[in-house]
RNA sequence: AGGGGUAUCGCCAAGUUGGUAAGGCACUGGAUUCUGAAUCCAGCAUUCGUAGGUUCGAGUCCUGCUACCCCUGCCA
């Protein structure tokens, strides 16, 4: 679990903490999550993960999992699974906690008739058609249904032969009574059974009437005894409903949950809504809900980010009641902060260029020490040879004077070995360079008697007989934005088509060759990997989680 | 006859009883460096959407205005 020395404050803890002064909830805080078994989680929901989970811990309480699955016709138990999956391995437990909001369709079905003996529920004949145009527009107020004011008894035989599957889909719904001017529409008795002859995941063919979610969710909260009911702002109006239904049923102020909403998480070149992320899916533009660009749990976990890193960044944006869009540079910060702590370094070449050593005696190897992350003692041994690979971008043959690297005439010193000098460019007859002939200077490895003489430029390289191929997947982001950071409404359109580069045969120091999916490392200079699920025995497949900081690049730029 | 929200640096975001604008990201210098990374040090809002008002003093209180977001599913 992240050690979070800074604990930021936010609006929610001060509520928590206005709550605990007025000697509300004795029991302590108590929160939950809620998702709807209906879609793969993504970014967006760890924050809220984070939060729920955060707000429980830093207050000494705890937090449910609560599958909100009331609408049997959008859920399937193929959604718990990885749900459940994402959570865990972003750090948090719910212990022996997890329920389920269909746990509790007796009980929901239970306050529903004690609604109806209140006179605060009445069943309606009326079509989902009439139903919405009764129901008003934002400005006039809505019109009373014929058939509001059923005596009690005529409604609880009704909502009875409701459950019994007398009518058929539609036929009927259970109404809230509460008033159709109502200036907040979702106060204008909204409905709180409809009937559905669909089998539930979970509770089969036992119920063919289904609780909305205004229903179901504060009395799913009340049975739990949360007391704080995070969510997003978009529920803000469901509020007073929320507050009205609790009353009515008797929950008092104090003892009764009580909903919060937050500002749900934007980032510049990411679409989070279930539908434009089933559409990448569905139409190709990606491998899968996995696919490492994409923005769900499964995808940032295969792309290598890690959970410490998501939890830094949920607890660094904030939580606010403020629409925002959050810089995606500021995920990237966080994985390069977490990775630079803890991934080993190895050397790798993405792009090679021959290098011969014509001093360097032929058929001799040597083993150089190299350390595998500058904070740590821990070492490893690089192979050392005649005929060495480096980056291509590391030579230039006219090179502009900032140009720390390899040209001709030039030094540089190779990572954890020699300073070598540029004798010789060779080129094939198109007049690309193909290979360089370098000498070494023998006395400046380390320990050596020149080790500390000065070179502008390290580079990294691998030894020609002894690196492995790789594949290597580059990543850029899956859409393009606009200046703002906006997704143009048309997203498909901002597609990135160059979002995945594979680099076939990259070339990786033999030390990474026995290597397990997931494990990170950082490809000196060039930025963090982790290897992916694609590795067989025959061909490792890494994908790049993010570069490192390249202020050479923005030098050229600028 | 509409209702509900939000506005503090390029991006997030603290700022609870009015007392003189945290922090992070990004960016810019400089130091350091066998990763042009990391690290270090320095800089980065005389100003809090806007116009007034109250006050010795207002991001915080009052009034008016503006902009943006959400709401008319038998979805959540």
Redesign the pocket.
């Known amino acids: 679990m992240a050690e979070n020395t800074?604990v930021?404050?936010?609006?929610i803890q001060?509520e928590i903490?206005d709550d605990l002064k007025n000697g509300y909830y004795p029991e302590g805080v108590h929160t939950r999550f809620?998702p709807?078994p209906n879609g793969y989680l993504h970014i967006g929901h760890a924050k809220s993960i984070c939060l729920n989970f955060g707000l429980a811990k830093n207050n000494g309480g705890i937090c449910n999992l609560r599958f909100?699955d009331?609408?049997p016709v959008?859920e399937d138990v193929e959604y718990v699974d990885s749900i459940q999956e994402d959570i865990k391995w972003l750090g948090f437990s719910w212990d022996d906690r997890m329920f389920f909001a269909s746990d509790y369709f007796g009980k929901l079905y239970d306050y529903a008739v004690e609604l109806i003996k209140k006179g605060l529920a009445y069943v309606d004949d009326?079509?989902?058609e009439e139903?919405?145009s009764y129901?008003?527009?934002?400005?006039?107020?809505g019109k009373e249904s014929p058939y509001r004011n059923r005596s009690v008894e005529e409604n609880l035989e009704l909502f009875q032969k409701m459950k019994a599957g007398e009518f058929g889909?539609?036929?009927k719904?259970l109404r809230a009574k509460i008033d159709m001017?109502a200036?907040?529409?979702?106060m204008r008795d909204?409905?709180i059974y409809?009937?559905a002859h669909v089998s539930h995941h979970r509770t089969g063919d036992e119920w063919c009437i289904?609780p909305?979610?205004?229903f179901a969710?504060p009395l799913s909260d009340a049975i739990e005894e949360i007391t704080h009911s995070v969510c997003t702002?978009?529920?803000?109006?469901?509020r007073p409903f929320y507050d009205w239904l609790l009353e009515a049923l008797g929950f008092k102020v104090g003892a009764r949950p009580r909903q919060i909403e937050f500002?749900r998480l934007n980032l510049t070149n990411t679409v989070t809504s279930k539908r434009k992320l089933r559409q990448l899916v569905e139409e190709g533009y990606v491998s899968g809900w996995d696919d490492p660009r994409m923005p769900t749990i499964s995808g940032l976990r295969r792309r290598g980010y890690t959970p410490n890193s998501l939890r830094t960044f949920c607890e660094?944006?904030?939580?606010?009641?403020?629409?925002?869009?959050?810089?995606v540079?500021?995920l990237?910060?966080c994985v390069?902060?977490d990775l630079?702590k803890n991934a080993d370094?190895i050397m790798a070449v993405l792009h090679p260029l021959k290098v011969v050593i014509t001093n360097y005696p032929e058929g001799q190897k040597e083993f150089m020490v190299a350390d595998n992350?500058?904070n740590t003692s821990a070492h490893r041994y690089v192979p050392f040879s005649r005929e060495l690979y480096i980056e291509q971008e590391d030579f230039m043959e006219d090179a502009p004077k900032?140009?720390?690297?390899l040209k001709p005439e030039g030094e540089v010193?190779l990572?954890?070995?020699y300073i070598i000098k540029c004798e010789e460019v060779i080129k094939d007859e198109a007049g690309n360079v193909v290979e360089l002939h370098c000498t070494y200077d023998p006395e400046?490895?380390?320990g050596g008697a020149t080790?500390n003489r000065k070179v502008k430029?390290?580079i990294h390289w691998v030894s020609a007989e002894d690196a492995i191929e790789a594949e290597v997947r580059l990543y850029d982001y899956l859409i393009e934005t606009d200046e703002n950071?906006e997704v143009p409404a048309d997203f498909l359109a901002a597609v990135n088509k160059q979002s995945l580069e594979v680099v076939e045969h990259a070339l990786i120091e033999p030390s990474a060759s026995f290597t397990a999916v997931g494990t990170h490392y950082?490809f000196?200079?060039t930025g963090y990997f982790v290897v992916d699920k694609d590795t067989t025995s025959e061909k490792l497949v890494f994908n790049r989680v993010v570069g490192?900081?390249?202020?050479?690049a923005?030098?050229k730029k600028?």
Do not use: C
């Open positions: 800074s930021v404050s936010n609006f001060n903490n809620p709807e909100d009331t609408n959008k009326l079509t989902a139903i919405r129901r008003g527009t934002l400005t006039e107020p889909d539609g036929e719904v001017s200036p907040n529409i979702v909204p409905v409809r009937i289904y909305m979610y205004d969710h702002l978009e529920f803000e109006d469901h500002a660094e944006i904030g939580v606010a009641k403020a629409n925002s869009l959050v810089d540079a500021m990237e910060h390069r902060d630079n370094r992350n500058p900032k140009f720390f690297r010193r990572k954890h070995g400046s490895k380390t080790a430029g390290t950071g950082q000196l200079r490192l900081k390249d202020s050479w923005k030098a600028g």
